[in-house]
């Protein structure tokens, strides 16, 4: 292969990074399938058992390794990956089919696992590809173990980016410290757990590249521009050059930003908060300034769970998020299973209908420690929305605890579908607040897949837009909140069009604070306007695009360029 060569994954991590190659995994071979003696039944299964127990020390000492470098509330990550290693689902099936099928362990895990994988991948929601991810990532663990593999370790000398097919969480965590400033895998998506865990360690990472480490060699140069998802390998001196000089810049302007203003050129306070996916980015959030929690997903602390955790449990975790950001607001969601869709408020089955008063219950009960409110996703009907209120009265008058049923509580709802936007108005008699959810709203207003990496949706098309500004209009002429929570507001080149829409609250990963906050103070909110209405008249979203950056240039552009953004 040609040297520059040029790839392109999913931004997962913001950041540059620059750095020779860590190719790790490639030594793997294939899993070998055997049949085996009714003999060696037992000692397969003593091998395998002696797997697992090595598989789960490893694991174990990740997330000790975890605990000691950032506190013990990043541990949850690693919990479910050890519960998958005493799971009869995973690991008895395992031993039943050594047992029954006389195979060896290799091709007994593998069988288990692809079986437990297939309705996961069957669905078309991230959260359950992801899962399915998972459980790879415990295969991989084992395999290593049943062939005596080693793990790889970081290299001792200078910094190194990371190149991998997939990383497991417990290797992200062992392997995602210095010397390794960069991570590059060919698969993983923006929501897998590692992809997680680069952006709380603060390492660019770019994933879902494909195939590639067989296209690259140890030490060869590396550059992983972790904003725009592109990865260059055997770049020349100048652009390594420009590269490093991308980086520090990026490094210092993340120092200096840390405490600085959301105020537009103009005089308008924006509001900005976190979205947030575990208890453990709660202190990043604070630390980089965020006014609150705009979007807590809470359907992440159900991991690979088979179902949520019971409401004693929540409520420790909402409490712990809600006291440690007090007196900031936090919205919790509630669980968004996306392509499952069993915990919408309506049309629930038994089961579904008390798990979601579960969660109502421990929200309501923390809602005493501090700011809180409440929001549905994926609302696409009226009668739905009446629904899920009617829910929250029920749990409320059944509480016994009189604080919680005091509580003040403010029920929204997130305008992600279609008609939901359509019809914003009459949802405005209803929601106490919107927040609008541009990644699916512009998925499912264009009808594309949000699993398709390279589909088209892209929240700047005039469509979509004109739904966002159905939806501002609505929540402003009914004097109620609308914040922006989907990646558009995380975009440092659309959240001058989301400004100019009329969105003053937005809320974007914790990563993204900083920028999101200098992006607002060169923004003139009159000049955004008169944008924004010409958006509209556009015809795509790569026209609306080029007209934003050549309009909003004169006060974005030094700080686009200075980030290498556009
Ligand atoms: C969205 O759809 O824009 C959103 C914020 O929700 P999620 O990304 O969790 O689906
Ligand atoms: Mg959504």
Request: proline share 5%; glycine share 6%; charged share 25%.
């Amino acid at each position: 292969m040609t040297r520059p060569a040029r790839f392109k994954g999913i931004a997962a991590s913001i950041g540059v990074a620059v750095g020779p190659a860590r190719v790790i995994g490639r030594e793997r071979s294939g899993v070998s399938n055997r049949r085996i003696e009714e003999a060696a039944v037992s000692s397969e299964l003593a091998r395998f058992e002696q797997a697992v127990s090595k598989s789960r020390a490893e694991i174990e000492a990740a997330k000790q390794e975890l605990t000691d470098r950032h506190g013990s509330t990043y541990a949850p990550i690693l919990d479910v990956y050890l519960l998958m290693h005493a799971d009869a689902l995973l690991i008895g099936a395992t031993s039943e089919a050594i047992r029954n099928d006389r195979i060896n362990a290799e091709w007994a895990l593998s069988r288990v696992t692809e079986r437990l994988k297939k309705p996961l991948l069957e669905d078309a929601s991230s959260y359950f590809q992801e899962r399915a991810r998972d459980i790879d990532h415990v295969q991989d663990h084992l395999l290593r173990h049943l062939r005596g593999e080693q793990r790889s370790e970081p290299a001792t000398d200078g910094p190194t980016i990371l190149i991998a097919h997939d990383l497991t969480p417990a290797d992200a965590v062992h392997m995602l410290a210095p010397p390794t400033v960069g991570l590059v895998t060919e698969m993983g998506a923006g929501s897998s757990h590692t992809a997680i865990l680069a952006r709380t360690f603060g390492v660019p990472a770019v994933v879902g590249v494909g195939p590639l480490a067989t296209e690259i060699e140890d030490d060869e140069l590396v550059l992983v521009d972790g904003f725009a998802g592109d990865v260059t390998v055997g770049a020349s001196p100048q652009e390594r050059r420009a590269a490093e000089a991308r980086r520090d810049r990026f490094t210092a302007f993340l120092a200096a930003e840390r405490s600085t203003s959301a105020v537009t050129r103009d005089g308008v306070s924006i509001s900005i908060m976190a979205n947030v996916e575990l208890p453990s980015e709660v202190q990043a959030a604070l630390e980089n300034g965020a006014e609150g929690i705009g979007l807590y997903r809470t359907e992440f602390m159900c991991l690979d769970r088979l179902e949520p955790p019971c409401e004693d449990d929540q409520l420790e975790v909402y409490r712990a998020v809600v006291s440690a950001m007090a007196p900031r607001r936090v919205v919790f969601r509630t669980f968004d299973w996306r392509g499952d869709k069993r915990l919408r408020a309506h049309d629930l089955g038994e089961r579904e209908r008390a798990w979601l008063k579960i969660q109502i219950n421990a929200v309501l009960r923390a809602s005493g420690d501090g700011s809180v409110a409440l929001m549905f996703p994926m609302v696409s009907t009226l009668e739905e929305f009446l629904r899920a209120r009617a829910l929250v009265e029920e749990c409320r008058s059944e509480l016994s605890d009189e604080r919680a049923r005091l509580a003040e509580l403010p029920v929204g709802m997130m305008v992600e579908v279609p008609s939901a936007a359509l019809l914003a108005e009459r949802f405005a008699q209803h929601a106490d607040f919107f927040a609008v959810g541009t990644n699916d709203l512009a998925h499912y207003t264009l009808a594309f897949d949000r699993r398709d990496r390279r589909s088209a949706a892209k929240p700047l098309d005039p469509a979509v837009l004109g739904l966002l500004q159905r939806a501002i209009t609505a929540a402003t002429e009914a004097d109620m909140p609308c914040s922006m929570c989907g990646d558009m507001a995380a975009d440092p080149v659309a959240l001058g069009l989301a400004l100019g829409l009329g969105y003053r609250q937005i809320s974007v990963p914790v990563s993204v604070l900083p920028l999101a906050r200098a992006v607002v103070r060169n923004v003139d909110l009159e000049i955004a306007a008169e944008v924004a209405r010409d958006a509209l008249q556009c015809t795509s979203a790569d026209e609306v695009r080029e007209m934003v950056v050549e309009r909003l240039d004169p006060h974005l552009g030094a700080l686009w360029k200075e980030q290498g953004i556009v």
